[in-house]
């Protein structure tokens, strides 16, 4: 096996080069690593670390990375399952919400409340959410496919599309109810 | 509501995961059912709504500084 040698100046330039490569794709989408694993883990230092991690977990796995497929999907997927296996283990669930009581909800397309929602309640909302269906929502949210979103979280097709069904009835029922509350305050 | 079993396929249109045919019908069948066009622009609104909050997070410099680094030292 060849050894490492920092004094090969080709060898520096070829490292260099492939760093330059990697760099060019995954800094772009920092700003959307972030936003999701700031949504993901619910706080500002958990996510940096989340990010950290991911990039450069996917730094020293980038020769498995296949040029031609979505580079976005794959450090997506990279970022959920450390998201998984490392912090999803620790956190604190917030309580759930029995879906029964959501899932009941009618939409009122007459009134358009959501203008009058404010921010920082749909972004509790989401946080919120049971955490298969706030990933789901998430990655939709970020523009990616049912099939990309299936492949990111191991999910199959049917349940993806079940959970950001439910994830959606879930922030609207909750936030139609914030609302109500904020009328008869 | 009648139409609740094309709540799903309003999703997926939303969504961009209709093929070409399942999209023109659905289409046409929102030129002729009232409650579905309004369905579709509650749903858009809240889209459009949630998805402007959550991009409203810039990345910390002081990350993407962090992780440069740590690029450039492994």
């Known amino acids: ?8 100046p080709e060898k520096q330039t070829r490292i260099a080069a492939r760093r330059q490569e990697f760099e060019n794709e995954a800094f772009p989408l920092m700003r959307m690593l972030f936003r999701t694993a700031l949504r ?19 730094y020293n796995f980038y020769d ?11 450090i997506f ?5 450390i998201f998984i296996n490392d912090y999803h283990k620790h956190a604190k669930e917030p309580p759930m919400v029995p879906i029964e009581n959501q899932e009941g909800f009618e ?4 009134k358009a409340f959501f203008d009058s929602v404010l921010d920082g ?8 959410l049971p955490d ?16 990309e979103i299936a492949s990111i979280t191991g999910a199959n097709l049917g349940t993806v599309m079940s959970r950001l069904y439910r994830a959606r009835r879930i922030l609207q029922a909750k936030l ?10 | 509501m009648h139409c609740r079993e094309e709540i799903e396929t309003l999703y997926r249109y939303l969504d961009h995961e209709l093929d070409e045919g399942e999209q023109t019908r659905f289409e046409l069948h929102m030129r002729a059912c009232v409650d579905c066009l309004r369905r579709f622009y509650y749903e858009l609104h809240f889209q459009t709504v949630v998805v402007q909050t959550l991009h409203e997070n810039e990345v910390p410099p002081t990350l993407v500084e962090r992780i440069r680094l740590a690029l450039h030292e492994s």
């Open chain 1, 176 to 185: 139609w109810d914030t609302y109500q509350e904020e009328v008869h305050a």
């Open chain 1, 77 to 81: 997927k990279i970022m959920t399952n």
């Open chain 1, 107 to 110: 939409p009122n397309p007459e």
């Open chain 1, 64 to 74: 498995k990375y296949q040029p031609g497929t979505s580079f976005k999907a794959w």
């Open chain 1, 121 to 128: 309640n749909i972004r509790k909302a989401i946080e919120e």
């Open chain 1, 132 to 147: 298969s269906y706030r990933l789901t929502f998430l990655l939709a949210s970020e523009g990616f496919s049912y099939k």
């Open chain 1, 1 to 8: 096996m060849e050894e490492p040698n920092r004094d090969d």
């Open chain 1, 40 to 58: 993901l883990t619910r706080n500002q230092h958990d996510a940096e670390d989340l990010v950290q991690n991911a990039v450069l977990r996917a």
